[in-house]
């Protein structure tokens, strides 16, 4: 069965004050690995999508880099307006379905 | 937003009595999905459909059922609703099974 654990649940940043988030997983073979924004009220928002060990993507602020154990988030000199949860995901070659982690919510305060 | 649209929002309904839940896509994207969420628990997968009257359970299926008849509309249906299916439920759609898939705003479901 295919597992995601996220680490920290939660992270209270100073504005400008970088940090990572942490996603380990276990799955069979992976297809991808997919890191989602959800604000309070709404739906998870895709980021990004990481298929193999090494690869990384960036978007404005946020870095996503993968192992074959885990994925970081990285968040460089945050601003309020990053605060929210991160929810990390696996799909297994094969399967139709992510696998979610129970996210990391956080506060950047100003 | 990618046209998905969650009916109701918000609901209120007794222990042992049916609902129903309704995704509606202007997508068209073959694959539909329906997620609860609770704290601690993150999403986890209830039912999907790969295509029209194509349907399969997830990780937490019991007491729910779903119905594809049309591309754009997927049902979830807790034929007798229990406390502990109070949640969060979201849909999200997807072009291909690889594909980055698209969230609902969700619906709050509270069973008394």
């Known amino acids: 069965e295919d597992q995601v654990t996220q680490s920290p649940e939660a992270l209270r940043l100073q504005e400008g004050e970088s940090s990572s988030l942490n996603c380990s997983y276990t799955?069979?073979?992976?297809?991808?690995l997919f890191w989602y924004r959800q604000d309070p009220g709404k739906g998870p928002e895709f980021l990004f999508t990481l298929y193999s060990a090494g690869e990384e993507k960036e978007k404005e602020r946020l870095k996503a880099t993968l192992t074959k154990k885990e994925s970081f988030l990285h968040i460089t000199a945050p601003k309020p307006e990053d605060s929210a949860t991160y929810l990390c995901?696996?799909?297994?070659?094969?399967?139709?379905?992510?696998?979610f982690g129970a996210g990391t919510t956080v506060t950047v305060r100003a | 937003d990618a046209g998905i649209t969650q009916s109701p929002r918000h609901k209120v309904t007794e222990t042992g009595t049916p609902v129903t839940l309704r995704c509606h896509q202007t997508?068209?994207?073959?694959?539909m999905y329906w997620y609860r969420q609770d704290p601690g628990h993150g999403l986890r997968l209830i039912h999907y459909s790969y295509g029209v009257k194509d349907t399969d359970k997830g990780e937490v299926s019991d007491g729910y059922s779903v119905s594809r008849s049309k591309t754009e509309d997927f049902l979830l249906t807790l034929e007798s609703a229990t406390s502990s299916q109070t949640s969060v439920y979201f849909c999200a759609i997807g072009r291909g099974v690889e594909e980055k898939l698209f969230f609902g705003s969700g619906t709050q479901l509270s069973v008394l």
């Open positions: 799955v069979s073979g992976l297809r991808g």
């Open positions: 995901a696996v799909q297994a070659v094969g399967d139709y379905k992510l696998s």
């Open positions: 997508e068209n994207h073959r694959y």
